[in-house]
């Protein structure tokens, strides 16, 4: 019997996944969940290249301020994240930011606002399969500083707010009761997503830096909802958060 060991697998080769091969990715990647806003990422970049596009994972890479940088989707939640990290830090990527949409869960968050993310409740399963239930999912602490700085900088001339604090990372959309929205809530989670807690995990244990910024698409606990309005904060609040993600990668030459 010759058992594989997964972590030897596709080290130096094009990615089983993503399908992407050493050398063509920078070293710090954009994360959005949807692949068809990786090319909302691209559109401040120069000299733009599709990379790949498999499955739920689309890459694309161009050049913010002389930096190559890459866009990635995860695809929805954090068995696909997890994968996508795995296989872009086999090829050579060393720093993750997810520039998503998610749900407010606090009152004074508007769809739109930037969230800026301090560390991930871990309500999930990908991540039960790679630590200990009470290892943290957290961001890098420069990265979640420099996201916060760049989220005050960009944040008003766009018209939106910001806020940073702790999110939940769920598995399952469409089982979060009102039951675990007001427990969120009565935590102080600011905002929910579905990806953090695997980019965060898995970048810790490869000895790897992560963040995230998202823009609110709802708020669970007052009922607000940009899908209800048909305004362009959602919009507007992706594009401010990639700039962000942009400026930091930047500043700490990611
Ligand atoms: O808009 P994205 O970045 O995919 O993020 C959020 O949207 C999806 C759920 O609607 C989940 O992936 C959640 O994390
Ligand atoms: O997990 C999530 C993400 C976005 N919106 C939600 O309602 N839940």
């Known amino acids: 019997m010759s058992v594989v060991d997964k972590d030897s697998v596709g080290r130096g080769e094009r990615q089983f996944h993503i399908g992407v091969a050493p050398g063509e990715v920078g070293s710090v990647v954009l994360m959005p969940g949807d692949p068809f806003r990786v090319p909302i990422v691209a559109e401040f970049l120069t000299d733009v290249r599709e990379v790949a596009h498999r499955r739920e994972h689309r890459t694309m890479t161009g050049y913010y301020q002389g930096k190559l940088i890459t866009a990635t989707s995860t695809g929805m939640g954090c068995p696909s994240t997890a994968i996508a990290v795995e296989e872009l830090a086999r090829v050579g990527v060393t720093s993750f930011i997810r520039v998503g949409s998610s749900a407010g869960l606090q009152p004074g968050i508007e769809p739109g606002d930037l969230l800026v993310s301090e560390g991930t409740l871990r309500n999930d399963g990908t991540t039960a399969a790679y630590a200990h239930p009470g290892f943290p999912a957290v961001p890098d602490l420069e990265i979640a500083l420099s996201l916060r700085r760049q989220a005050a900088r960009l944040a008003e001339g766009a018209g939106l707010g910001w806020h940073s604090g702790i999110n939940a990372s769920d598995d399952a959309f469409y089982a979060e009761t009102p039951e675990w929205i007001a427990e969120l809530n009565r935590l102080g989670v600011l905002n929910v997503e579905m990806e953090s807690s695997a980019m965060y995990v ?15 698409s709802s708020n669970l606990v007052t009922g607000a909802s940009v899908y209800d309005e048909g305004t362009s904060r959602l919009p507007d609040g992706w594009r401010c958060s990639i700039e962000a993600a942009l400026a930091t990668c930047v500043e700490l030459d990611l």
Do not use: D, Q
């Open 202 to 216: 898995v970048a810790r244990l490869r000895g790897l830096r992560a963040g995230m910024i998202c823009a609110a």
